[in-house]
């Protein structure tokens, strides 16, 4: 799914910055031999100079930025506004560059897609809050996962799998639907759901508090499991200034479950968040 073309899905809270340039150049040469004729060849005749239609472009990119209202940590009772830029870079139907990484399309066949993605998780430094002092940091790490989507009238159902390749080494699975509709020529309107899985090494980084841990904390002792993490909802808004700009809005909350909705590191199960963007397409 596209970052801002497809309007559809979450913006992450990161100020990863994204920049691309493309570049590519094309030659054409003609000859012929006049040595037929005493005068010099009539030249060939050029059906693109009367032809009006612009050639069609088959990438897109757009460069804007925002910021996002939402916790202080997964599970935090406090909010913070996090400014975020960002770069998006589409080519044809296969490749997509947004702050979330990078999404290859293998597939795609009457709605049903599959893909490779790179990304990244941000991990957790215990100076973000209180709450967090003694936990130590979860490290910055590189993820590789594959999503699988079929898409039907503006109806979208997914899956994916991402492994964090070192930091927490989590496994997380996410499964959701997603729908959106045009209102009017400039105004969409979107709405999603989620539910999001996650291994024992993912529990036990973010949720789970060792015996050092509570030591150092003065939180008690917690060991949380693999399972059902959290469920997700969302809306957003996209609308149209112009050809070129855009603004786009969205409002979500997300339910803590299972061992991580009962981890002393947890302030508040509801973990509510929005954002707004302005986004400029070339």
């Known amino acids: 799914m596209s970052f801002i073309q497809r309007t559809d899905r979450r913006l992450l809270a990161s100020a990863l910055y994204v920049t ?12 012929a031999d006049a040595g037929l004729s005493g005068q010099p060849p009539e030249p060939p005749f050029d059906q693109e100079r009367f032809n009006k239609e612009k050639p069609e472009r088959n990438w897109s990119l757009i460069v804007g930025a925002g910021g996002i209202y939402e916790p202080e940590y997964e599970g ?11 770069v998006v870079f589409t080519y044809g139907e296969w490749l997509e560059i947004d702050p979330r990484g990078v999404t290859i399309t293998a597939f795609e066949h009457n709605g049903f897609a599959l893909a ?3 990304g ?70 979107g709405a999603g759901v989620e ?26 002792e917690y060991k949380a499991e693999a399972g059902l993490k ?4 969302s809306a957003s808004a996209i609308y149209l200034l112009s050809e070129n700009w855009l603004i786009r809005g969205e409002a979500g909350v997300g339910f803590l479950t299972g061992d991580a909705a009962d981890s002393p590191i947890v302030e508040e199960k509801t973990q509510p968040s929005a954002s707004l963007f302005v986004g400029y397409k070339f």
């Open 116 to 118: 490779a993605k790179v």
């Open 230 to 233: 959290r469920v997700n909802v």
């Open 120 to 189: 990244y998780e941000g991990g957790r430094d215990e100076d973000d809050a209180d709450r967090l002092r003694g936990l130590g940091d979860i490290d910055f790490a590189a993820t590789v996962g594959a999503k699988a989507s079929y898409k039907w009238d503006g109806f979208e159902i997914y899956a994916s799998v991402d492994q964090t390749i070192e930091g927490s080494e989590s496994l997380i699975g996410t499964f959701g639907a997603e729908y959106q509709a045009p209102v009017s020529e400039r105004l969409i309107l």
């Open 20 to 31: 691309l340039a493309i570049a590519g150049t094309v030659s054409t040469t003609l000859a």
């Open 195 to 220: 539910a999001v899985v996650a291994n024992d090494k993912h529990m036990q980084s973010y949720f789970g508090v060792t015996a050092a841990q509570a030591a150092r904390s003065g939180l008690p």
């Open 76 to 86: 935090s009772g406090d909010f913070k506004v996090q400014p975020v830029p960002f």
